[in-house]
């Protein structure tokens, strides 16, 4: 008798259950209706193994009529086009070498950079980029990507934030396709990947990323990284992942000193067709010392200025808009601010906090402090280190770890650190 084929699929049953209840194993309620139902399992119910604690079949539900069967149906539940790899961001077009203004402060990194893109996977692998926020390294990261996609077409370079990577992870895991979330990260020939500290406390991604890292350096591919401190400092992290990172060549970017500051200034003036008086671009470079972003920032306000008021570039102009500027980074969450409140609060000085006392009249405010501004500003702990009288960064480290804990357990310390946050932020 020949079947119109009505559903095609796949399934698990035990061999006992096809030997004593096949019907109820087989019957779908759908199909209820049909008094005739086929299936091929119970004709060869003997080519199953008593041993075998399950096996896979293809089933078949059909009525009665002589009509052929169609080819089977597929049911994979993943898109084609989202098995396909693909540029999880963008690389900015003028985040290139070309564009990178090199100076002291930034050599190492740049040069580091550029071998491994002439050279992916044998140069430097994994390169590890880290510096505070705004002095290059997503510049150095997309610079890389760049040079390599235009010297070979054919390589594989997907650049990404890890916080892209850890919500595909999600995604991934939400929709049961772990698998082609794997096949999208390890089959790249490059892998550059920014912000990494952002899997500190992630426990899941951290177990993913390992796994990918393993995969793409055991096939000899290139992985270039940036985070906004070293990796001896990203806590709490897997100690197998944090020796990977450490596993190549480390290169810290530096805050940019006061020729190079000059000499970025100019460039990006010059990128916007704008003449920039060198009284200008000394004011702003002595008055603006911190990242590269800030730096860009004070010259696009006074451009900006200049262009809406129909003024020409000056250095009275570029004062008056940098007051404003300054008045604003005055009022941001610094080290000295926080060391400034806390000594206010505790009734010490700030030269206290900064020595070498131990007795806990000024250890426990200078362990509160460094908690601070960990929990408040983006600096390191060599940074935070450097700002307590250069204390070592383990000392740091301890002290933030104690005093997120007794913020846990210790409800005058949970209100203390609430009113230093106030006071702080108003």
């Known amino acids: 008798m020949q079947y119109s084929w009505l559903r095609v699929g796949e399934g698990s049953i035990s061999p006992q259950a096809c030997q004593e209840r096949p019907a109820a194993v087989l019957r779908r309620p759908a199909l209820a209706e049909h008094r005739q139902f086929w299936y091929s399992v119970t004709q060869h119910r003997s080519r199953f193994a008593p041993v075998l604690p399950q096996v896979n079949v293809r089933f078949a539900f059909g009525i009665s009529q002589r009509q052929a069967p169609p080819p089977p149906v597929s049911h994979s539940s993943i898109p084609k086009s989202s098995t396909l790899l693909e540029k999880s961001v963008a690389r900015a077009m003028n985040y290139t070498f070309a564009h990178f203004v090199v100076g002291s402060a930034n050599q190492f990194a740049h040069a580091a950079a550029l071998a491994v893109a002439n050279l992916p996977s044998q140069a430097y692998n994994p390169l590890f980029l880290y510096g505070e926020t705004g002095l290059g390294k997503t510049h150095l990261l997309q610079a890389i990507g760049h040079h390599i996609s235009q010297s070979d077409a054919t390589q594989r370079v997907v650049y990404l934030p890890v916080e892209r990577f850890v919500n595909d992870l999600v995604s991934a895991i939400h929709r049961a396709q772990t698998t082609v979330f794997r096949q999208r990260y390890r089959n790249v020939d490059v892998l550059l990947i920014d912000d990494v500290q952002l899997l500190a406390g992630k426990k899941q991604a951290q177990e993913e990323f390992l796994h990918t890292f393993n995969t793409l350096h055991q096939a000899d591919k290139q992985i270039v990284m940036s985070s906004d401190r070293a990796p ?10 944090r020796s990977r990172f450490a596993s190549g060549l480390i290169a810290d970017l530096q805050p940019p000193d006061l020729e190079t500051r000059l000499a970025i200034l100019t460039r ?8 920039l008086p060198h009284d200008v671009a000394m004011l702003v470079a002595s008055g603006i010392r911190g990242n590269i972003r800030e730096l860009e920032d004070g010259l696009t306000r006074i451009i900006a200025f200049a262009s809406l008021n129909a003024q020409p570039l000056s250095s009275e102009l570029a004062e008056t808009v940098l007051q404003q500027t300054l008045a604003e980074r005055e009022r941001a969450i610094t080290a000295p601010r926080i060391q400034q409140a806390v000594a206010r609060h505790f009734g010490i000085k700030i030269s206290e906090m900064k020595s070498k006392g131990r007795q ?22 060599p940074r935070i280190g450097q700002a307590f009288g250069g204390k070592d960064h383990t000392t740091v480290l301890h002290s933030c770890e104690k005093i997120a804990r007794l913020e846990e357990v210790d409800e005058h310390v949970a209100r203390l650190l609430w009113q230093l946050r106030r006071a702080l932020k108003n």
Do not use: N, Y
């Open 360 to 381: 806990r009249t000024v250890t426990f405010p200078r362990q509160v402090a460094m908690f601070l501004c960990r929990e408040l500003t983006d600096a390191s702990f």
């Open 232 to 241: 001896l400092d990203i806590t709490p992290l897997d100690e197998r992942l």
């Open 268 to 275: 990006k003036a010059e990128a916007r067709g704008i003449a």
